[in-house]
């Protein structure tokens, strides 16, 4: 088979076939094609697209390009939720232990975060000897010890989908909805569960700007989990604004925990009431969201979920007390206090250029390899719409250095404002049927 003709078929607007996309990944994984004909691929893609059949000849392409892992060993029906990310996005370390405390097993395989924003697995590695690498046989145990487990995409998992991630992200091609599909699927098919919840964040503070953009991102990875035999379910979350009140790796572990005991910031609870019946019904263990969220309320009151995370981070070698003292995590040395400068209502404008500010005080990163400071962060005393007066308390950061907090600082007043009117606000969950 010529690669250049496949090259010029899709430039020409082609339709790929089953046999030229297998042939395309499994050569390119064996490294019998070089990367510049590959980003003469991936650059006819981005501007001509590939229709759902391609899509998913692709994602099955790399998702069984490497291992995949077998999950049959774990009774029930196994659940994996997955977040497009956004600012202060700290919901699987809340959501996952709740269902797991509710009787569905969760396997989780997450991802360290670039850019202004850390991942799941360096939130977790905040934890003091928190492991996120197991070997298969110690994740499908650890599931059905525990109830679920968390941890890093192993090196064999997908493998066409690091090559492929790596040259789009420098051949500017890395925003192409049927490329990104590909990429988070294969490696939700490869982890090998039963059922994936998907949340999928638009606004200024998400790698999907545009609401309908999302829609378009989630109704593909929809059709690409049911055509793989996956049960799917697919809500779309507002991030015109952070999560939460905390931005930061240790930062937002303390969130969740007290999400965990009870305490949860307004929009975090939305969230989850949202997610959380999503996975538990996913999961067979409820027949309505109404039944799921009482069960979830019970996990959570009852302490339930709290003591399925500290079993998850005992069973990961990391330390427990960090539930009930926080000082052991990792804690900034400098903190500094951000007021009001007058009465009125705060209104976040750039949710990406809050997000920003962790990246200045080095808790984001560029590369995937780049070491972050996992101390480092915001504290957001008021959230959009608030209603402040002047000198009133609307952030702390906790900085390595007075230069990086001073720098920090300039960074957030420039993606907000005071006003004189209370702003509009958006709707914060959307369902793929709104």
């Known amino acids: 088979m010529d690669f250049i003709h496949i090259i010029e078929k899709k430039r020409d ?3 790929l076939s089953k046999e030229e996309i297998y042939y395309f990944i499994s050569k390119y994984v064996a490294g019998e094609i070089p990367d510049y004909q590959v980003a003469a691929l991936l650059m006819a893609i981005y501007l001509n697209g590939c229709d759902d059949e391609e899509t998913y000849d692709l994602t099955y392409s790399m998702a069984y390009s490497g291992d995949v892992i ?17 600012v202060g996005d700290k919901v699987t370390l809340i959501v996952a232990p709740v269902a797991a405390a509710c009787g569905v097993p969760t396997a989780k395989m997450s991802g360290r975060g670039l850019g202004f924003t850390g991942g799941t697995i360096d939130k977790l590695e905040s934890i003091p000897g928190f492991s996120t690498s197991l070997t298969e046989d110690e994740f ?6 525990t109830g679920y487990a968390l941890i890093g995409q192993t090196k064999d998992l997908a493998p066409a989908d690091k090559l492929l991630y790596a040259l789009r992200d420098v051949t500017g091609t890395v925003g192409c ?46 059709d690409i989990g049911k055509r793989a035999g996956l049960e799917m379910r697919a809500v779309i979350t507002d991030m015109n604004e952070p999560l939460g009140h905390s931005i930061g790796n240790s930062l937002e572990v303390i969130e969740a925990i007290e999400a965990l005991k009870g305490n ?30 009482n ?18 981070i005992r069973s990961q070698h990391g330390d427990p007390g960090i539930i009930d003292d926080y000082s052991l995590l990792p804690e ?55 209603e402040v007066k002047k000198g009133d308390l609307l952030l702390e950061i906790f900085a390595r250095n007075k230069e990086e907090a001073e720098a920090a600082r300039e960074q957030y007043l420039a993606s907000v404002e005071i006003t004189k009117e209370k702003p509009e606000k958006g709707t914060l969950i959307y369902t793929l049927d709104d």
């Open 264 to 293: 949860t910031a307004e929009d975090v609870y939305e969230v989850m009431h949202v997610i959380i019946p999503e996975m538990i019904v996913a999961g067979g263990k409820a027949d309505s969201r109404e039944e799921a969220w």
């Open 70 to 86: 077998d999950l049959s060993a774990i009774p029930g029906i196994k659940v994996d939720k997955h977040s497009t990310g956004g």
């Open 332 to 386: 900034a040395p400098y903190h500094m206090d951000v007021t009001a400068d007058a009465d009125g209502f705060l209104k976040v404008n750039d949710c990406a250029g809050i997000g920003e500010c962790l990246k200045v005080l080095g808790g984001g990163r560029l590369t995937k390899e780049q070491e972050i400071d996992l101390s480092v962060g915001l504290e957001m005393r008021v959230k959009h719409q608030d």
């Open 177 to 222: 909805v049927p490329l990104i599909a590909s990429s988070i699927m294969s490696k939700k098919i490869a982890a090998g569960s039963d059922a994936i919840v998907l949340e999928v964040t638009h606004g200024t503070g998400a790698f999907m700007r545009e609401e309908e953009k999302a829609r378009e991102l989630a109704r593909l990875m929809m």
């Open 140 to 145: 499908i145990s650890q599931v059905k010890d």
């Open 295 to 312: 069960m979830a309320k019970k996990a959570i009151s009852s302490g339930r979920a709290l003591e399925c995370f500290r079993s998850m």
């Open 13 to 15: 607007g082609g339709k």
